[in-house]
Protein backbone atom coordinates (compact mmCIF):
# COMPACT_ATOMS: atom_id res chain seq x y z
CA UNK A 1 0.00 0.00 0.00
CA UNK A 2 1.42 3.34 -0.85
CA UNK A 3 1.10 6.51 1.11
CA UNK A 4 0.44 9.82 -0.04
CA UNK A 5 3.32 11.39 -2.17
CA UNK A 6 3.66 15.31 -2.99
CA UNK A 7 5.83 16.86 -5.43
CA UNK A 8 8.12 18.90 -5.97
CA UNK A 9 9.48 18.85 -2.03
CA UNK A 10 10.72 22.38 -2.56
CA UNK A 11 9.96 25.38 -4.74
CA UNK A 12 11.41 28.90 -4.81
CA UNK A 13 8.96 31.40 -6.94
CA UNK A 14 9.15 35.27 -7.99
CA UNK A 15 5.82 37.06 -6.24
CA UNK A 16 3.09 37.23 -8.89
CA UNK A 17 4.10 33.81 -11.00
CA UNK A 18 1.25 31.07 -10.87
CA UNK A 19 2.60 27.70 -8.76
CA UNK A 20 1.23 24.27 -9.22
CA UNK A 21 1.90 21.44 -6.44
CA UNK A 22 0.60 17.60 -6.93
CA UNK A 23 -0.45 15.43 -4.24
CA UNK A 24 -0.79 11.36 -5.24
CA UNK A 25 -3.42 10.23 -2.69
CA UNK A 26 -2.91 6.41 -0.46
CA UNK A 27 -4.11 3.63 -2.28
CA UNK A 28 -8.15 2.87 -1.97
CA UNK A 29 -8.57 6.87 -0.83
CA UNK A 30 -11.30 9.02 -3.12
CA UNK A 31 -11.05 12.30 -0.26
CA UNK A 32 -8.17 14.50 -0.95
CA UNK A 33 -7.77 17.93 1.26
CA UNK A 34 -5.11 20.25 1.30
CA UNK A 35 -3.52 22.46 4.09
CA UNK A 36 -1.76 25.44 4.31
CA UNK A 37 1.56 25.36 6.85
CA UNK A 38 2.87 29.26 7.67
CA UNK A 39 6.23 28.83 9.66
CA UNK A 40 5.32 28.26 13.54
CA UNK A 41 1.55 27.87 12.94
CA UNK A 42 -0.32 24.57 12.63
CA UNK A 43 -2.13 23.58 9.35
CA UNK A 44 -5.00 25.34 7.95
CA UNK A 45 -7.51 24.00 6.25
CA UNK A 46 -7.38 25.19 2.13
CA UNK A 47 -9.90 22.87 0.57
CA UNK A 48 -11.53 18.96 -0.08
CA UNK A 49 -11.99 17.11 -3.04
CA UNK A 50 -13.94 13.98 -3.20
CA UNK A 51 -14.44 12.14 -6.01
CA UNK A 52 -13.29 14.55 -8.86
CA UNK A 53 -15.49 17.78 -6.99
CA UNK A 54 -14.80 20.26 -4.79
CA UNK A 55 -16.49 19.07 -1.04
CA UNK A 56 -15.83 22.41 0.54
CA UNK A 57 -13.10 25.00 1.05
CA UNK A 58 -11.76 26.83 4.11
CA UNK A 59 -10.50 31.01 4.19
CA UNK A 60 -8.45 31.38 1.36
CA UNK A 61 -8.83 33.94 -1.80
CA UNK A 62 -10.11 32.08 -4.96
CA UNK A 63 -6.46 32.38 -6.63
CA UNK A 64 -6.30 29.30 -4.62
CA UNK A 65 -7.45 26.87 -6.60
CA UNK A 66 -7.99 23.03 -7.45
CA UNK A 67 -8.91 19.78 -9.16
CA UNK A 68 -8.71 16.18 -8.34
CA UNK A 69 -8.76 13.44 -10.86
CA UNK A 70 -10.23 10.07 -11.81
CA UNK A 71 -7.33 8.25 -10.05
CA UNK A 72 -7.92 10.67 -7.28
CA UNK A 73 -4.66 12.41 -7.48
CA UNK A 74 -4.98 16.08 -7.40
CA UNK A 75 -3.34 19.21 -8.13
CA UNK A 76 -3.48 22.38 -5.65
CA UNK A 77 -3.24 25.54 -8.23
CA UNK A 78 -2.14 29.15 -6.51
CA UNK A 79 -1.90 32.48 -9.18
CA UNK A 80 -0.56 35.47 -8.37
CA UNK A 81 1.33 34.67 -5.61
CA UNK A 82 2.01 36.63 -2.73
CA UNK A 83 4.87 36.61 0.09
CA UNK A 84 2.55 35.74 2.47
CA UNK A 85 1.93 32.04 0.35
CA UNK A 86 5.27 31.33 1.32
CA UNK A 87 4.37 28.20 3.75
CA UNK A 88 4.42 24.15 3.83
CA UNK A 89 1.84 22.96 2.05
CA UNK A 90 0.69 19.28 2.98
CA UNK A 91 -1.94 17.03 1.32
CA UNK A 92 -4.10 14.46 3.01
CA UNK A 93 -5.59 11.68 1.76
CA UNK A 94 -8.50 10.02 3.11
CA UNK A 95 -10.87 7.06 2.57
CA UNK A 96 -14.37 8.94 2.12
CA UNK A 97 -15.38 12.10 2.64
CA UNK A 98 -17.12 10.93 6.01
CA UNK A 99 -14.02 9.28 7.44
CA UNK A 100 -12.28 11.47 9.92
CA UNK A 101 -8.87 10.09 9.40
CA UNK A 102 -6.31 11.77 7.32
CA UNK A 103 -3.15 10.39 6.03
CA UNK A 104 -0.47 13.31 5.12
CA UNK A 105 2.55 13.55 2.64
CA UNK A 106 5.78 15.44 3.39
CA UNK A 107 4.61 18.18 2.14
CA UNK A 108 5.93 20.87 -0.29
CA UNK A 109 7.71 23.72 0.96
CA UNK A 110 7.08 27.39 -1.28
CA UNK A 111 9.12 29.88 -0.72
CA UNK A 112 7.91 33.38 -2.66
CA UNK A 113 10.52 36.06 -3.16
CA UNK B 1 -16.54 27.15 15.02
CA UNK B 2 -14.47 24.40 16.14
CA UNK B 3 -10.86 25.84 17.67
CA UNK B 4 -7.88 24.15 19.87
CA UNK B 5 -5.53 25.78 21.93
CA UNK B 6 -2.44 24.40 22.63
CA UNK B 7 -0.85 26.45 25.53
CA UNK B 8 2.29 25.19 25.71
CA UNK B 9 4.43 26.61 22.71
CA UNK B 10 7.63 24.91 24.16
CA UNK B 11 8.03 22.59 26.46
CA UNK B 12 11.42 20.91 27.63
CA UNK B 13 11.83 17.50 29.55
CA UNK B 14 14.66 15.42 30.21
CA UNK B 15 14.81 11.91 28.22
CA UNK B 16 13.58 9.32 30.57
CA UNK B 17 11.28 11.88 32.19
CA UNK B 18 7.48 11.70 31.84
CA UNK B 19 5.20 13.74 29.04
CA UNK B 20 2.20 15.72 29.22
CA UNK B 21 1.10 18.00 26.48
CA UNK B 22 -2.52 20.16 27.02
CA UNK B 23 -5.01 20.26 24.16
CA UNK B 24 -8.30 21.60 24.82
CA UNK B 25 -10.77 22.37 22.07
CA UNK B 26 -14.07 24.07 21.37
CA UNK B 27 -16.62 22.39 19.78
CA UNK B 28 -20.63 22.31 19.82
CA UNK B 29 -20.56 18.34 20.29
CA UNK B 30 -17.93 15.37 21.01
CA UNK B 31 -15.55 15.64 18.46
CA UNK B 32 -13.15 13.33 16.68
CA UNK B 33 -9.67 14.05 18.23
CA UNK B 34 -6.28 13.29 16.79
CA UNK B 35 -2.58 14.00 17.68
CA UNK B 36 -0.01 14.00 14.95
CA UNK B 37 3.13 14.89 15.77
CA UNK B 38 5.73 16.38 13.01
CA UNK B 39 9.78 16.33 12.45
CA UNK B 40 11.25 19.36 11.22
CA UNK B 41 10.88 19.69 7.45
CA UNK B 42 8.07 16.57 7.12
CA UNK B 43 4.83 15.84 6.86
CA UNK B 44 2.48 14.68 9.91
CA UNK B 45 2.12 11.61 11.62
CA UNK B 46 -0.82 10.55 12.80
CA UNK B 47 -0.07 9.12 17.00
CA UNK B 48 -3.52 8.41 17.96
CA UNK B 49 -7.35 9.27 17.64
CA UNK B 50 -10.33 9.11 19.55
CA UNK B 51 -13.46 8.39 17.65
CA UNK B 52 -15.91 7.19 21.20
CA UNK B 53 -15.79 4.52 23.55
CA UNK B 54 -12.89 4.15 26.17
CA UNK B 55 -11.75 7.86 27.04
CA UNK B 56 -8.63 6.61 26.97
CA UNK B 57 -6.91 5.76 24.06
CA UNK B 58 -2.98 4.07 23.07
CA UNK B 59 -1.00 5.24 20.12
CA UNK B 60 2.16 4.74 18.23
CA UNK B 61 5.72 5.07 19.83
CA UNK B 62 4.28 4.44 23.41
CA UNK B 63 1.95 7.95 23.46
CA UNK B 64 -1.24 7.70 25.36
CA UNK B 65 -4.30 10.36 24.97
CA UNK B 66 -7.09 10.86 27.47
CA UNK B 67 -10.57 12.52 26.54
CA UNK B 68 -12.54 14.31 29.37
CA UNK B 69 -15.84 16.02 28.23
CA UNK B 70 -16.28 17.90 31.04
CA UNK B 71 -12.73 19.59 30.96
CA UNK B 72 -12.84 20.04 26.90
CA UNK B 73 -9.51 18.35 26.87
CA UNK B 74 -7.59 15.61 25.09
CA UNK B 75 -4.20 15.80 26.83
CA UNK B 76 -1.02 13.56 25.25
CA UNK B 77 1.00 11.61 27.86
CA UNK B 78 3.96 9.52 27.57
CA UNK B 79 5.47 7.97 30.63
CA UNK B 80 9.13 7.86 29.73
CA UNK B 81 10.82 9.91 26.97
CA UNK B 82 13.35 9.15 24.73
CA UNK B 83 15.63 11.62 22.99
CA UNK B 84 13.95 10.52 19.09
CA UNK B 85 10.31 11.95 20.88
CA UNK B 86 11.79 15.83 20.03
CA UNK B 87 9.70 17.36 17.39
CA UNK B 88 6.52 19.34 17.38
CA UNK B 89 3.29 18.01 18.02
CA UNK B 90 -0.21 19.10 16.64
CA UNK B 91 -3.46 18.29 18.61
CA UNK B 92 -6.41 18.71 15.97
CA UNK B 93 -10.28 18.08 16.42
CA UNK B 94 -12.54 17.21 13.62
CA UNK B 95 -16.44 17.94 13.03
CA UNK B 96 -18.70 14.90 13.51
CA UNK B 97 -21.07 15.89 10.42
CA UNK B 98 -20.27 17.47 7.39
CA UNK B 99 -16.75 16.99 5.55
CA UNK B 100 -14.21 15.42 7.22
CA UNK B 101 -11.45 18.38 7.33
CA UNK B 102 -9.64 18.70 10.58
CA UNK B 103 -8.93 22.32 12.73
CA UNK B 104 -5.44 22.28 14.25
CA UNK B 105 -3.77 23.93 17.16
CA UNK B 106 -0.68 25.80 16.84
CA UNK B 107 1.95 23.45 18.18
CA UNK B 108 3.66 22.36 21.03
CA UNK B 109 7.58 21.88 20.20
CA UNK B 110 9.01 19.27 22.76
CA UNK B 111 12.74 19.32 23.21
CA UNK B 112 14.75 16.74 25.08
CA UNK B 113 16.91 17.26 27.47
CA UNK B 114 20.43 14.55 27.95
Known amino acids: ETGVTQSPTHLIKTRGQQVTLRCSSQSGHNTVSWYQQALGQGPQFIFQ???????GRGNFPPRFSGLQFPNYSSELNVNALELDDSALYLC????????????FGQGTRLTVV | AQSVTQPDIHITVSEGASLELRCNYSYGATPYLFWYVQSPGQGLQLLLKYFSGDTLVQGIKGFEAEFKRSQSSFNLRKPSVHWSDAAEYFCAVGARSGYSTLTFGKGTMLLVSP
Open chain 1, 92 to 103: ASSADRGRQEAF
Open chain 1, 49 to 55: YYREEEN
